[in-house]
């Protein structure tokens, strides 16, 4: 089994930044995306931003340019990086792992996503 510890939520006021991590841990073999999800209250989860293990990133359109996807791979770790916070971004943001376990079968983790609140 594969556990993601998410750290980094909080309240923020608009305009204000705030840095999600993500660690991974388990009997992995390697890990082929990493990803951070958002869901807000009566809305479906949305995917926000994904990374692979060649650091190729890919960001829904209402981050583009506010916030940064990274990772270390020696340490399993995915970062959200989130500036320019706005009233928006409001919601519980949950980490995504995609790969395989050490005897060869695949995996898919979440963890169990950390509050992000923008409030003046």
């Known amino acids: 089994q594969v556990h993601l510890m998410e750290s980094g939520g909080g309240l923020v006021q608009p305009g204000g930044s705030l840095r999600l991590s993500c660690a991974a841990s388990?009997?992995?073999?390697?890990?082929?995306?990493m990803g951070w999800y958002r869901q807000a209250p009566g809305k479906q989860r949305e995917l926000v931003a994904s990374?692979?293990?060649?650091?190729?990133?890919n960001y829904a359109d209402s981050v583009k340019g506010r916030f940064t996807i990274s990772r270390d791979n020696a340490k399993n770790t995915v970062y959200l990086q989130m500036n320019s916070l706005n009233p928006e971004d409001t919601a519980v943001y949950y980490c995504?792992?995609?790969?395989?376990?050490?005897?060869?079968?695949?995996?898919?983790?979440w963890g169990q996503g950390t509050q992000v609140t923008v409030s003046s």
């Open positions: 990374i692979t293990s060649g650091r190729s990133a």
């Open positions: 388990g009997s992995i073999f390697s890990i082929n995306a």
């Open positions: 995504n792992a995609v790969g395989y376990y050490s005897r060869g079968s695949p995996f898919e983790s």
